[in-house]
């Protein structure tokens, strides 16, 4: 599906918006821990201060190929429409991210680092509502963009750009000092949020905290390593130990990504058709 626009915002063919082409994109570097529930969710809120927030709506659409070829070489296509729920009701607007296969190696020693290389530029409503395919998300990063853009649009040379999914995800942002070692510390912004699937009238929500780390510092020496270190003490602080089924304790587990966790509820409700489960 195409998402309708509601709200107008800066012309994105404008020049200055135009990225120049360059070899390599700026790398995502980020800390993704989940998070027990919402109850432990709601008690991160408070403890950070932004429990009075309603936070960004975020409703993620992704393209690909029919046959995928995006996917099968780690690629994603989004359009995400984000609509702030503390400001003007139904005001949003439109940003088109591309990343590329995930980096390893990068940020030793911390469990819960993701660094993927990325792209991303906002849209006009006008591209979203007049867009017969997704290619004209590609042709908002101009007529010189950056590698990544070049690698997907030559994995989608010669077909078309069709929807292969979309779910909602409301995220509230606090800025927070995380500490470090030597009594140092870090400002980072907590993204906390909750994401909903839904598949054949089942549905399910899950939470995570997500620290987005320098590109030039996530690779020092023990840096990404400290700040996850920081920031699982912050969790375990602000939402205390939940036991798991077994009576174990939650351990705030690496978060994989929006996407693949998409794949596998809609697998799982699937197989659960099959068999008669539902």
Not at 111 to 140: C, F, I, K, Q, T
Not at 168 to 177: C, D, F, G, L, M
Not at 258 to 263: E, G, M, N, P, Q
Request: aromatic residues 6%; charged residues 25%.
């Amino acid at each position: 599906c195409v998402p309708r626009a509601t709200s107008r915002v800066a012309d994105p063919w404008d020049t200055s918006a135009r990225r120049i082409r360059r070899p390599f994109s700026p790398m995502e570097t980020e800390l993704k821990l989940m998070l027990p529930s919402r109850r432990a969710m709601e008690a991160l809120l408070a403890r950070v201060g932004v429990a009075h927030k309603r936070g960004v709506r975020q409703t993620n659409y992704f393209y690909d190929t029919a046959a995928g070829h995006l996917l099968a070489e780690k690629y994603h296509l989004r359009l995400r429409r984000n609509e702030d729920l503390d400001g003007i009701p139904g005001d949003a607007d439109y940003v088109v991210t591309i990343k590329g296969p995930k980096q390893h190696g990068i940020g030793a020693g911390a469990s819960a680092m993701s660094a993927r290389p990325e792209e991303e530029v906002p849209v006009g409503a006008a591209v979203v509502d007049n867009m017969r395919d997704a290619h004209a998300l590609l042709d908002a990063f101009g007529r010189q963009p950056a590698a990544l853009v070049q690698s997907v649009r030559q994995l989608a040379s010669g077909h078309a750009l069709v929807p292969k999914g979309r779910f909602e995800n409301i995220r509230v942002s606090a800025p927070h000092p995380l500490p470090l070692t030597g009594g140092a510390h870090i400002d980072v912004t907590l993204e906390i949020d909750a994401t909903r699937f839904e598949h054949r009238g089942q549905s399910t929500e899950e939470y995570e905290c997500e620290v987005e780390l320098p590109p030039a510092r996530a690779d020092e020496a023990g840096f990404a390593a400290a700040a996850e270190t920081s920031l699982r003490a912050l969790l375990r602080d602000a939402c205390g130990v939940t036991p798991m089924d077994d009576g174990r304790p939650f351990t705030f587990p690496p978060a994989k990504g929006k996407r693949s966790r998409h794949a596998a509820f809609i697998k799982r409700v699937d197989k659960q058709v099959r068999k008669g489960q539902l």
